[in-house]
């Protein structure tokens, strides 16, 4: 008999069915080491073309032998009209339904005092009732087939080589099954749970012919599959739908309690459903302020220390998504995605993480405020999606640009719009791009943003306060943007508006009292035209704007009038 330190699991698909066998496996070489009794780590690296699980302590086979008939990670669910083997481990669907309901139906302010709905809520609700009896077909075999040590043997065996050798344990299976008169069959069907890419259709890895039928597997696979839904999956019914989106984590490297700790947290911020571009966003910041805070401050002696890291290089890469399209009793794979985390969270040390907290907070309070049953939100959401995934500072500026409109139109209508902050979009830029520090740095460039804030987003403040001092330059941020692309137009059209802006200065100056605003001098203009010169119209338009519509934090108004007379 074999002793196990190093396991390996090929990638077989483009979807994260063998993330979830990783991560099945995981759970179980947890189980038996902790029976083992060693102080123990389990470490999970992706290798490119397959997972690499390796143990800091060996697995004994006497450990395999005396404990594989008490192993069962998960319960198979009951439900009223499911019928299971008497002695299995279950879980009553209508007993954890009934604890759910009972929570939601008390009152807000007395909430506390009732038991949380149980994370695995959502699990099962997933699998009642499209994937329940797929499920408990797995567990029900798993519950005869872990009297015989060899079932563990077999699937250990299967993945310490490359590649993962399917006909040997399928004939060894066999065998074994026939010894015992189990009549497990050696296939399982994928499910499309956790094989979003592999439900009925033409999707053979040969193709000699065309058929409609299940895809099938080897059982004790699709097995791990089920645990590690449980262990590294975040699946939720949509709101205000009965369709379903599952994220599942994609480990660069991680050790497994690393993983526990950080997805136990994760999983209680992502309690309550969302819609689906907020659900993929909020996955993202939400995920990345949990590993953030026990990174920094672990929880357990089994959490690395502090060290400098990158997010997306050193722990997680992002997450696998499948969207699933309710039909009724079943379910349908309509999209597969991968949203990406940050690849600008880089932490170089401890001063770092608190800024990178605040970039977090605020992204998630932005996010909040849109409404993707309006197709104007949806727009703004897909471009901060597009950002954060994609590490692309134009979708943000595409986000700043649009939102721009959206803050002015809300402020109009008397509505709540939570703005950006100018801290916010320095950090954002230094961040992603370093370079663009000077035009940030430039009095040129802060003083025109100064100007552009005046004439919109404060003098809409003033308008409100019954003060029509200053006209409000709706439109202003879409004009520039329009002419941005091309820099002769775009200081055409920003040299049109400073001169209309210091026109009205200089008449306010003349016949209303003080507090004036500041006029903008030439000096801030040549510096804008040289600036536009190192970079681009379209890079200086953009942060123009950008700039232009955020909140300086001191001030939550907008209202930041110059107290002195300017001199003409």
């Given at each position: 008999?074999?002793?196990?330190q190093?396991?390996?699991?090929?990638?077989?698909s483009q979807?994260?069915?063998?993330?979830?066998?990783?991560?099945?496996?995981a759970?179980?070489?947890?189980?038996?080491?902790?029976?083992?009794?060693?102080?123990?780590?389990?470490?999970?690296?992706?290798?490119?073309?397959?997972?690499?699980?390796?143990?800091?302590?060996?697995?004994?086979p006497?450990?395999?032998?005396?404990e594989?008939y008490?192993?069962?990670?998960?319960?198979?669910?009951?439900?009223?009209?499911?019928q299971?083997?008497?002695?299995?481990?279950?879980?009553?669907?209508?007993?954890?339904?009934?604890?759910?309901?009972?929570?939601?139906?008390?009152p807000?302010?007395?909430?506390?005092?009732?038991?949380?709905?149980?994370?695995?809520?959502?699990?099962?609700?997933?699998?009642?009732?499209?994937?329940?009896?797929?499920?408990?077909?797995?567990?029900?075999?798993?519950?005869?087939?872990?009297?015989?040590?060899?079932?563990?043997?077999?699937?250990?065996?299967?993945?310490?080589?490359?590649?993962?050798?399917?006909?040997?344990?399928?004939?060894?299976?066999?065998?074994?099954?026939?010894?015992?008169?189990?009549?497990?069959k050696?296939?399982?069907?994928?499910?499309?749970?956790?094989?979003?890419?592999?439900?009925?259709?033409?999707?053979?890895?040969?193709?000699?012919?065309l058929?409609?039928?299940?895809?099938?597997?080897?059982?004790?696979?699709e097995w791990?599959?089920?645990?590690?839904?449980?262990?590294?999956?975040?699946?939720?019914?949509?709101?205000?739908?009965?369709?379903?989106?599952t994220?599942?984590?994609?480990?660069?490297?991680?050790?497994?309690?690393?993983?526990?700790?950080?997805?136990?947290?994760?999983?209680e911020?992502?309690?309550?459903?969302?819609?689906?571009?907020?659900?993929?966003?909020?996955?993202?910041?939400?995920?990345?302020?949990?590993?953030?805070?026990?990174?920094?401050?672990?929880?357990?002696?089994?959490?690395?220390?502090?060290?400098?890291?990158?997010?997306?290089?050193?722990?997680?890469?992002?997450f696998?998504?499948?969207?699933?399209k309710?039909?009724?009793?079943?379910?349908?794979?309509?999209?597969?995605s991968?949203?990406?985390?940050?690849?600008?969270?880089?932490i170089?040390?401890?001063?770092?993480?608190?800024?990178?907290?605040?970039?977090?907070?605020?992204?998630?309070?932005?996010?909040?405020?849109?409404d993707?049953?309006?197709?104007?939100?949806v727009?703004?959401?897909?471009?901060?999606?597009?950002?954060?995934?994609?590490?692309?500072?134009?979708?943000?500026?595409?986000?700043?640009?649009?939102f721009?409109?959206?803050?002015?139109?809300?402020?109009?209508?008397?509505?709540?719009?939570?703005?950006?902050?100018?801290?916010?979009?320095?950090?954002?830029?230094?961040?992603?791009?370093?370079?663009?520090?000077?035009?940030?740095?430039?009095?040129?460039?802060?003083?025109?943003?100064?100007?552009?804030?005046q004439?919109?987003?404060?003098a809409?403040?003033?308008?409100?306060?019954?003060?029509?001092?200053?006209?409000?330059?709706?439109?202003l941020?879409?004009?520039?943007a329009?002419?941005?692309?091309y820099?002769?137009d775009?200081?055409?059209?920003?040299?049109?508006?400073?001169?209309?802006?210091?026109a009205?200065?200089?008449?306010?100056?003349?016949?209303?009292?003080?507090?004036?605003?500041?006029?903008?001098?030439?000096?801030?203009?040549?510096?804008?035209?040289?600036?536009?010169?190192?970079?681009?119209?379209?890079?200086?338009?953009?942060?123009l704007?950008?700039?232009?519509?955020?909140?300086?934090p001191r001030?939550?108004?907008?209202n930041?009038?110059?107290?002195?007379?300017?001199?003409?």
């Open positions: 008999m074999n002793e196990y190093t396991f390996y699991i090929q990638k077989s979807s994260f069915s063998d993330t979830l066998v990783t991560y099945g496996l759970t179980v070489l947890q189980d038996l080491l902790d029976r083992q009794g060693d102080e123990h780590i389990i470490t999970i690296i992706d290798k490119g073309s397959y997972y690499e699980l390796s143990l800091s302590v060996v697995l004994l006497k450990t395999i032998v005396d594989s008490t192993l069962m990670p998960r319960p198979a669910l009951a439900t009223a009209k499911t299971l083997p008497d002695n299995i481990r279950i879980e009553v669907y209508e007993e954890v339904r009934e604890k759910v309901k009972a929570y939601f139906d008390t807000q302010e007395e909430r506390e005092h009732v038991a949380l709905p149980p994370k695995v809520w959502d699990v099962y609700r997933a699998l009642n009732p499209a994937s329940i009896t797929g499920y408990n077909s797995l567990m029900c075999n798993w519950y005869q087939a872990r009297d015989d040590p060899e079932t563990l043997f077999i699937l250990f065996d299967l993945y310490t080589d490359l590649p993962n050798d399917f006909d040997v344990a399928n004939q060894r299976w066999k065998a074994l099954d026939k010894q015992h008169k189990w009549a497990i050696t296939e399982a069907t994928c499910q499309q749970l956790y094989n979003p890419d592999s439900g009925k259709g033409q999707n053979k890895t040969k193709a000699d012919g058929s409609i039928g299940n895809m099938k597997n080897f059982w004790l696979s791990l599959k089920a645990i590690g839904f449980y262990e590294s999956a975040s699946t939720k019914q949509l709101r205000g739908t009965k369709d379903r989106k994220l599942v984590l994609a480990p660069r490297k991680f050790t497994f309690a690393e993983h526990q700790e950080v997805m136990n947290a994760f999983q911020a992502m309690r309550y459903s969302e819609s689906s571009i907020r659900f993929d966003i909020f996955a993202a910041i939400r995920y990345c302020k949990e590993l953030l805070r026990h990174v920094i401050e672990p929880a357990s002696r089994r959490m690395a220390r502090f060290q400098s890291v990158n997010i997306k290089k050193h722990y997680v890469s992002g696998h998504t499948a969207f699933y309710n039909m009724g009793n079943s379910i349908a794979t309509m999209n597969l991968f949203i990406a985390l940050p690849d600008w969270i880089d170089q040390s401890a001063k770092d993480v608190p800024i990178y907290q605040a970039i977090l907070d605020e992204l998630e309070k932005v996010v909040r405020q849109f993707e049953s309006h197709s104007d939100d727009t703004l959401l897909q471009h901060l999606r597009d950002f954060i995934s994609g590490d692309d500072l134009k979708a943000f500026f595409r986000f700043s640009n649009a721009a409109a959206f803050l002015i139109g809300k402020r109009e209508r008397n509505q709540y719009a939570h703005p950006l902050t100018t801290d916010f979009i320095e950090r954002i830029v230094m961040s992603i791009e370093k370079p663009l520090a000077p035009i940030l740095e430039s009095e040129g460039f802060q003083n025109i943003a100064y100007a552009i804030r004439a919109t987003v404060t809409q403040y003033r308008k409100k306060q019954n003060d029509n001092k200053y006209d409000v330059r709706y439109g941020g879409q004009d520039l329009r002419k941005a692309r820099p002769q775009f200081i055409v059209a920003l040299s049109d508006f400073l001169h209309k802006y210091n009205e200065n200089a008449r306010v100056m003349e016949t209303r009292p003080k507090p004036y605003r500041r006029s903008v001098q030439t000096s801030d203009i040549d510096q804008i035209v040289s600036l536009i010169d190192d970079y681009s119209s379209e890079t200086i338009a953009n942060l704007i950008a700039y232009g519509y955020a909140r300086v001030d939550t108004n907008f930041e009038e110059n107290t002195e007379q300017e001199n003409k």
